[in-house]
């Protein structure tokens, strides 16, 4: 059973930044749709950002949720297998346990790495 690591979270300052690392030993994460979740105390499980997979097209599709669009990058280094979330500009209600998984076939979810922007 493959299982998702996820690192890089940590405290962090409002306005502050992380980058966050997700690997999957055993499964391409380049011809695979992925997607960065966050799991906030309290609140359902959402995506908030996700790359297509590079199987059949090189053009690539991300998408955001709103509340990050313009803060966040998602992004994958191919030759490690590696799945990134860059964070800038953390905001406080970006406070949650950040997860990674496969959109079309989800595997068990890690342990996830905990974000917290507070001052």
Sequence with gaps: QVQLVESGGGLVQPGGSLRLSCSAPG?????????????????QRELVAR??????SSDIRIDYVNSVKGRFTI????????????????????????YCNFIDAPLDWGQGTQVTVSS
């Design 27 to 43: 499964i391409s994460v380049r011809i695979n749709t992925m997607g960065w979740y966050r799991q906030a105390p309290g609140k």
């Design 51 to 56: 790359i297509s997979s590079s199987r059949i």
């Design 75 to 98: 992004s994958r280094d191919n030759a490690k297998n590696t799945l990134y979330l860059q964070m800038n500009n953390l905001e406080p209600d970006d406070t949650a346990v950040y």
